[in-house]
């Protein structure tokens, strides 16, 4: 089976850091752009960033540039997101998303999501 | 940035209506344009992409048009299990960009 499974979400405080993790399993992880998106309470959803997939090609939206680093492990089927610098503004469900096609088409498969709350 | 204007932003409607939900991008994206579904608590799901091209597994009912800036969505004949909000989203420049999403109820 398709699957995303995403992990490492829960409260940190502002200016904190926390890691994500995105375990992918039921097809071939080393070929497959992914994407972060994630959803504010009660709001739409919200692009994030990038990578290719021997991840030597990231993206980043401004508002997470400088704070956010995507990143991935072939070796492992898992794809990453280290937040720093964390605003009351990044707390969301963060999803992880396969791109159907290259690096940039539609997102295909998405995990169920994780919440992370930046909150003193 | 691209921006995606979604209307309505919420719609109510009866089983068996056609149900009509427009995006208009604030530049030509071509055809570059996806359709998703996401129901409460659940994550979204790619319904239509490519503005037109319905993936796999998703039922006939559903359908999208459209090219440059302004695309359609539609279902043809509304079922209780379409409840759920529905987002359009252009990949023809960066960063990806999300319509506001419409909300879909049931009359």
């Known amino acids: 089976e398709v699957q995303l499974v995403e992990s490492g979400g829960g409260l940190v405080q502002p200016g904190g850091s926390l890691r994500l993790s995105c375990a992918a399993s039921?097809?071939?992880?080393?070929?497959?752009?992914m994407h972060w998106v994630r959803q504010a309470p009660g709001k739409g959803l919200e692009y994030v960033s990038a990578?290719?997939?021997?991840?030597?090609?990231?993206y980043y939206v401004d508002s997470v540039k400088g704070r956010f680093t995507i990143s991935r492990d072939n070796s492992k089927n898992t794809l990453y997101l280290q937040m720093g610098s964390l605003r009351a503004e990044d707390t969301a469900v963060y999803y992880c998303?396969?791109?159907?096609?290259?690096?940039?088409?539609?997102?295909?498969?998405w995990g169920q999501g994780t919440m992370v709350t930046v909150s003193s | 940035d691209i921006q995606m204007t979604q209307s309505p932003s919420s719609l109510s409607a009866s089983v068996g209506d056609r149900v009509t939900i427009t995006c208009q991008a604030s530049?030509?994206?071509?055809?570059?344009l996806n359709w998703y579904q996401q129901k409460p608590g659940k994550a979204p799901k790619l319904l239509i992409y490519?503005?037109?091209i319905l993936e796999t597994g998703v039922p006939s009912r559903f359908s999208g048009s459209g090219s440059g800036t302004d695309f359609t969505f539609t279902i043809s004949s509304l079922q209780p299990e379409d409840i759920a909000t529905y987002y359009c989203?252009?990949?023809?420049?960066?960063?990806?960009?999300f319509g506001q999403g419409t909300k879909l109820e049931i009359k």
């Open positions: 998303a396969r791109d159907r096609s290259f690096m940039f088409s539609a997102f295909d498969i």
């Open positions: 039921g097809f071939t992880f080393s070929s497959a752009a």
């Open positions: 990578i290719s997939g021997n991840g030597g090609s990231t």
């Open positions: 530049q030509d994206i071509n055809n570059f």
């Open positions: 490519d503005a037109s």
């Open positions: 989203q252009q990949y023809d420049d960066l960063p990806p960009a």
